[in-house]
């Protein structure tokens, strides 16, 4: 299962209030992955001032807390993908949509447009 990024955001804030009971509940019982723009739009977050941390500080945090890897598929594979994500210009959700969506896996995500699109996005 994959990790939108606000919810590793929310992990990492220890912001469990955000969460759903059901998504905590996910993440306990899924291997997760990271899509690796997600670790992009995490730093360009700690670049612009919205975060306080850096993207690599976040990853190896969880990597250590809840076993969360970054996915290795190939950028060329998820670029392909992403052409054809036509419902949102922002260049994030498309690739991380498309990086979930080249295995149909679930993504866990709170945002209304990827649930509009993308069938395996849970919350």
Not at 93 to 101: E, F, K, P
Request: negative net charge; hydrophobic residues 45%.
């Amino acid at each position: 299962m994959y990790l939108d990024t606000h919810v590793v955001v929310w992990l990492y804030a220890k912001d469990a209030e955000r969460i759903s009971p059901r998504a905590r509940e996910l993440i306990e019982h899924h291997d997760l992955l990271l899509s690796p723009m997600v670790l992009l739009e995490l730093e360009y977050l700690f670049k612009t001032g919205k975060t306080t941390a850096k993207a690599l500080e976040i990853y190896e945090y969880l990597r250590e807390t809840i076993q969360i890897e970054v996915c290795n598929k190939s950028f060329a594979t998820v670029a392909r993908r992403s052409i054809g994500i036509k419902w949102t210009r922002d260049p994030f959700d498309r690739l991380i949509t498309a990086q979930a969506a080249i295995d149909e896996s679930l993504l866990l995500t709170r945002d209304d447009t990827i649930h509009s699109h993308y069938p395996a996005a849970i919350w």
